[in-house]
T-cell receptor
Framework: AQRVTQPEKLLSVFKGAPVELKCNYS??????LFWYVQYSRQRLQLLLR??SRESIKGFTADLNKGETSFHLKKPFAQEEDSAMYYC??????????FGRGTSLIVHP | DTEVTQTPKHLVMGMTNKKSLKCEQHMGHRAMYWYKQKAKKPPELMFVYSYEKLSINESVPSRFSPECPNSSLLNLHLHALQPEDSALYLC????????????FGAGTRLSVL
């Protein structure tokens, strides 16, 4: 079975502060991990995937197989980063499993 | 064109109505998906079509009936829905069922009265 855990339902920070959205997963094989973002009234869109190892909008995420984590980080949060963030895992079934989501609010 | 288009954007229907949601993509993707999303919750998978064949049905009630007329189109036929079916219905597509990232449509916001 595959499972994705996002422990924080809500994360509230001030502009310019560092942000870390946590994601832990459970899967026995080699998973593919993603971060999706859903801005208010916009479509769900891919932010990052672990195999790309790239930085998008200042966000990075590293797959840590030892800790089974794929935390999303940004050194300096911006107000426009306020959104719902979903961590997702794709394993042997090829169908992504989504975490419950973390709502990020960045205050001015 | 990397877009998945869903129509209508909003739909209000009574419990005795029959309506359909439509999804279209022209990226040559061979896997298409229907999800249901309640407010502040993750998308819940309903159906997966792979190469125009239904490959996954996540025990969805029969009042929801999917259809894939061709590789670019996906429909969701609705009949005798309940108020608890009110939600955002999302369509997504990917290169095929095993590879590629999912591209999501903007969704149809459905209200059942």
């Amino acid at each position: 079975a595959q499972r994705v855990t996002q422990p924080e339902k809500l994360l509230s920070v001030f502009k310019g502060a560092p942000v870390e959205l946590k994601c832990n997963y459970s899967y026995s094989g080699s998973p593919e991990l993603f971060w999706y973002v859903q801005y208010s009234r916009q479509r769900l869109q891919l932010l990052l995937r672990h195999i790309s190892r790239e930085s998008i909008k200042g966000f990075t995420a590293d797959l840590n197989k030892g800790e089974t984590s794929f935390h999303l980080k940004k050194p300096f949060a911006q107000e426009e980063d306020s959104a719902m963030y979903y961590c997702a895992l794709r394993g042997g079934s090829y169908i992504p499993t989504f975490g419950r989501g973390t709502s990020l609010i960045v205050h001015p | 064109d990397t877009e998945v288009t869903q129509t209508p954007k909003h739909l209000v229907m009574g419990m005795t109505n029959k309506k359909s949601l439509k999804c279209e993509q022209h990226m040559g993707h061979r896997a298409m998906y229907w999800y249901k999303q309640k407010a502040k919750k993750p998308p819940e998978l309903m159906f997966v079509y792979s190469y125009e064949k239904l490959s996954i049905n996540e025990s969805v009630p029969s009042r929801f009936s999917p259809e894939c007329p061709n590789s670019s189109l996906l429909n969701l036929h609705l009949h005798a829905l309940q108020p608890e079916d009110s939600a955002l219905y999302l369509c997504a597509s990917s290169q095929d069922g095993t590879i590629g990232i999912q591209y999501f449509g903007a969704g149809t916001r459905l209200s059942v009265l």
